[in-house]
């Protein structure tokens, strides 16, 4: 699927435009475990974590749209970065 097909519209870019800086790849939350969420890319699902000393002040839930990050080493989960 598409984001578009998941709600991704020119408002949403339009967010996402005006931060500063290379904020993360646009994606919306779909499944929440314990620790870890899943979040659907354009390029497909990736498992996300949120970092202790982010700039994150919420825990997303299902729907949510968020940034996310891939972690330093391949074999980390995504960061959710805003």
Do not use: K
């Not at 097909?5 to 005006?18: H, I, K, L």
């Not at 700039?55 to 299902?62: H, M, S």
Request: hydrophobic fraction near 40%; charge should be negative; charged fraction near 20%.
């Amino acid at each position: 699927m598409s984001l578009e097909e998941w709600g991704w519209n020119d408002g949403w870019a339009a967010r996402v435009a005006g931060l500063e800086g290379d904020r993360g790849t646009p994606g919306r939350v779909v499944e929440q475990g314990r620790d870890r969420w899943t979040v659907q890319c354009a390029e497909g699902p990736v498992a996300a974590r949120i970092v202790s000393a982010s700039e994150v002040p919420f825990a997303p839930v299902v729907g949510d749209w968020v940034l996310v990050a891939p972690g330093p080493e391949t074999s980390d989960p995504w960061t959710v970065t805003h």
